[in-house]
Every structure is written in C-alpha cells, then in structure tokens.
C-alpha cells in the first residue's frame, strides 16, 4: 500500500462501565489506566508513523475538545470534527469521510482499546488497506483467545488476497455459542476497527442508509470551522437517527471483508477487563490477605481485603465501587454511573 492511510479517531462513548474512575468530564479514552500514556494517546502513538499514516482526524464531543488538544500536544495538526450530540458511529464516520478525498483509505479507531502489539496491528491495517483499495469494506478480526460473551463475532467466508470475505456477523454469544465459536476457529471477535475509502463508505451509506447520507452531508456542507475545529451543522446533524457502522454498514453490504489479527487487543469495557490486562496487578495502596482474584484500583486511601474472591474495589475521590467480578459488566448501570 503506497498511499496513506487516514486514521479516524472516535471519542465518543461515556465508559460507564469503568464507573467512578471514568467521568463524563474525563471518561476513559483519556485516563492513565494502562502505562504512562492514555488509551486515547495510545492510540495516536499507533498511527504516529508518517511513512504510512496521514495525520489523523478525531471526532468527539463538543465539550472532550479541550482534552483532546491537551492530550494530543505532540500532534499540535490533528484534525478536529466536534459533533454537537452524539448520534453513534455510522453518522460520525461519515462525517470524516466528507472531510477527506474521495479516494482516502480511512482507518477507523476507537479511542479506548489497549493493543499490546502494535507491529501485528500495523501489519494487519496494511493488508486491510489493500483489501479497502479494492473497493471493501474491511473489518479488523480479533482472534479469540476464550469463549467471549461480550463481544459480537465475525464468521469468515472465502480466501481474498490478504483476508477473507465476510460469511456474516453474529451478535453476542450465550456461553455454549461461543464456545462452539472458539473451538470452529472461523469467527473472530468484531473489535470495531474498519478500513475503506470514503468514496465506498459514502457510496454504501447511500445505498442502504439513505436519509442518513443526505443529513450527514447537509450537516457537513453547511458546517463551519473556526478555531481549527469543524462543526457540522447542528439542525441536520441533530435530525439524524443514530445508528452504529455495523448495523447501518458493516451487516448489510455486500463488499464486507475481514482480516483476521493476534494483537494483544482489550476494549477495556469493564473494570474486570481492565483487570486481565493489567495481569491482575492492583494499582494504589492495598493489603490482600487470603484473597484471591481480588483487584483493587485506588487513587488514595488504602484498601484491605481479608478472605474474598473474584472481587474488584476501586476508590475515586469520594466515591468507592465494590463489584464481584462476573457483576462488572453491570456497573454502567448504577446511578453514580448515570449522572443521578
């Protein structure tokens, strides 16, 4: 692949589930959970390398700006899209692709997963690229490493230069449907990374979306751009019935394809995966004694835990969380978590 590739950043999303050390003020993306650098810094260290990658676009909300140019300092000619409401992905990539050449390969990124192995990433985008080169709409596939109910799956289909063609997408799993999945060794887990051109991501979105292509490009042609961000507009943007890349997309194409990638790869989507990718090591003043899998997150005050299992404490300010580990998913659900 001689042409760049133009990453595209996704800041959307509260991380509810990472409750109370994810805010609305400061949610996930950008907090120090893993190493020196945040997952949102992480992730712009991914695609830092300008042999290969275009500067990157960031969409985000209005009021996570600040944060962005704070933590993005060292890559001062990012582009900014700031959406005025959240309206899930579908529309906010769209908006990208209308801020780049028609004949761009995007690379779509959540700004809140780990990636251990940034060489296999780097490698899979670029067969991934050339896949999109070709017209695809192409998916990142996580190989499974455990019968994940968490995740939706990819069936692959027929051998393509570099990839597969997509069979089809599957949603969550019960336990006995993924185990069946992980012992099949076809499916890879969906982990929301995408590449295609904006010209076929546009072209598509009209075909099997078409309301949405035509708010989406109001929005964009009647945005403005002043202080070095780019605000579409808000009255189009705001009609636009929000729905993800998958199912407004990725599902219903007929140009679906996917590579499938060992990467190291975590969304971080709760505190027990945030757990398994620290490898089990709690971070702040804490004495465990006779406990086992027992991960403690404090930002002060010591925690003691005598005599427990398969338990997760975590302290933020005045707030403290106690969760069982199979409980964590949940935890997006408590008021605190919501804002009440």
Known sequence: MSALIHPVILCGGGGTRLWPRSRPERPKPFLHLLGERTLFQQ??????????????????????????????????????????????????????????????????????????????FRDAVESAADLASEGYLVSLGITPDRPETGYGYIKRGAALAGGFAVERFVEKPDQPTAERFLADGGYSWNGGIFLFSAARLLGELSRHRPEMAELVERAAAHGNEATRIFRPEA?????????????????????????????????????????????????GPCDLLDARNVHVDSDGPRVSVVGLSDVIVVVDGGEVLVTSAAGAQKVGKLPGAMGE
């Open 43 to 120: 992730t712009l260290d991914r695609v830092a390398d300008g042999n290969r990658f275009a500067l990157p676009t960031i969409v985000a909300g209005e009021s996570h700006m600040p944060l962005i140019r704070e933590q993005a300092g060292d890559t001062p000619d990012i582009h900014l899209i700031a959406e005025p409401m959240g309206r899930n992905t579908a529309p906010a990539i769209a908006l990208a692709a209308h801020r780049l050449p028609e004949e761009a390969i995007m690379l779509v990124c959540p700004s809140d997963h780990f990636i251990a192995d940034t060489a296999a």
């Open 235 to 283: 009255a189009s943007f705001a009609a636009i019935e929000g729905e993800s890349i998958d199912y407004a997309l990725m599902e219903p194409t007929d140009r679906a394809a996917m590579v499938p990638v060992s990467m190291g790869w975590s969304d971080i989507g709760n505190w027990q995966a945030l757990a398994d990718a620290r490898g089990g090591r709690s971070q």
